[in-house]
């Protein structure tokens, strides 16, 4: 069973919509993170959330917000996405927010631009 | 920054036999080497990991060793079975900071 859990499992949005995915973990670790994926590629860091605070940010659009309500739960905001922005969206958790520690990824929302 | 390579891109073994996977990485600095396995349309899934203190790592079919000095990795897989089809990422990681560095991924199939 996954104990990272993330709605919706699939979305499909226009381009002028504003919608949110959500993540929560249950393990009590204290990082949490948004990667990106396309099909047959690896994920690609987005953000890392430590202990509640934004500790990185590769460089994303700003289309993208991320939003840390609590060290369970994690939201990506997504507003004006273009095609592009279609993709596999993985959150993972680890213990704490250091790369050489265990992250253990949700099913992911599959998310398709119009 | 760290680069992690893997190759080949694509494996294919009879059932029965072993499939080995071969990730070289550059920083010297990285400590934790995990393997990810992803079947079609789900999520990579941990399945074994190894630290620079030890060399080898085996957990029922599958293992992995470390060479540091020559800054390699590999996953082993003993006794096939379609069920192991699937796309292999390694990655490295360092205490330094939250990042894990992927290779591009293996896909592995599993002939029957």
């Known amino acids: 069973d996954t104990e990272v859990t993330q709605t919706p499992k699939h979305l499909v949005m226009g381009m002028t919509n504003k919608k949110s995915l959500k993540c929560e973990q249950h393990?009590?670790?204290?990082?949490m993170y948004w990667y990106k994926q396309k099909a047959k590629k690896p994920p690609e860091l987005m953000f890392v959330?430590?202990?509640?605070?934004?500790?990185i940010n590769e460089s994303v659009p700003s289309r993208f917000s991320p939003e840390c309500p609590n060290s369970s739960l994690l939201n990506l905001h997504l507003h004006a996405l273009q095609p592009e922005d279609s993709a596999l969206y993985l959150c993972?958790?680890?213990?704490?927010?250091?790369?050489?520690?265990?992250?253990?990824f949700g099913d992911g929302t599959r998310l398709s631009i119009l | 920054g760290e680069n992690v390579e893997q190759h080949p891109s694509t494996l294919s073994v009879q059932e029965g036999d072993s499939a080995v996977i071969k990730c070289t990485y550059s920083?010297?600095?990285?400590?934790?080497f995990p393997w990810y396995k992803q079947e079609l349309g789900k999520r990579p899934q941990l399945i074994i990991d190894i630290r620079s203190n030890v060399g080898e790592k085996k957990d029922q079919r599958i293992a992995v060793t470390l060479n540091k000095t020559a800054k390699h990795f590999s996953l082993h897989i003993t006794e096939t079975q379609p069920e192991d089809s699937a796309v292999y990422f390694c990655?490295?990681?360092?205490?330094?900071?939250?990042?894990?560095?992927f290779g591009k991924g293996i896909t592995l199939s599993v002939r029957p």
């Open positions: 920083d010297s600095a990285s400590n934790y």
């Open positions: 990655a490295a990681g360092t205490g330094a900071n939250s990042k894990l560095t």
């Open positions: 993972a958790s680890s213990q704490m927010g250091l790369g050489n520690q265990p992250q253990h």
């Open positions: 393990m009590g670790h204290r990082a």
């Open positions: 959330y430590s202990y509640e605070k934004l500790s």
